[in-house]
Nanobody
Framework: QVQLVESGGGLVQAGGSLRLSCAAA????????MGWFRQAPGKEREFVAT????????YYADSVKGRFTISKDNAKSTVYLQMNSLKPEDTAVYYC?????????????????WGQGTQVTVSS
């Protein structure tokens, strides 16, 4: 069992930056592939980024590639999402997730645990 708690969301102007954190409770954090997803109002949840168990490999959605960076600190049981050059279309609730399948995991249904989400709002 893994419990995930996101933080770091907020309101930012277009072009600004935010860093999201997702803290995991549990002693097996390093055994999970971690991912970030987002869901905007009226839209389906979409994949944002994923990182391998060791943190050595990452994979991004085309819409965020070059602007967002996913990283993890296994010693702190935390995964991060650094978001730069934010755009109004990045506005959404952002969720982190943990999965036991092989890296990369891009489908939400392949993740086993989810956080409660954190709101990110980008104003124009």
């Amino acid at each position: 069992q893994v419990q995930l708690v996101e933080s770091g969301g907020g309101l930012v102007q277009a072009g600004g930056s935010l860093r999201l954190s997702c803290a995991a409770a549990g002693r097996t954090f390093s055994s999970y592939v971690m991912g970030w997803f987002r869901q905007a109002p009226g839209k389906e949840r979409e994949f944002v980024a994923t990182i391998s168990r060791s943190g050595g490999s990452t994979y991004y959605a085309d819409s965020v590639k070059g602007r967002f960076t996913i990283s993890k600190d296994n010693a702190k049981s935390t995964v991060y999402l650094q978001m730069n050059s934010l755009k109004p279309e990045d506005t959404a609730v952002y969720y982190c997730a943990a999965g036991r399948s092989g890296f990369p995991i891009v489908r939400g249904r392949d993740y086993d645990y989810w956080g409660q989400g954190t709101q990110v709002t980008v104003s124009s």
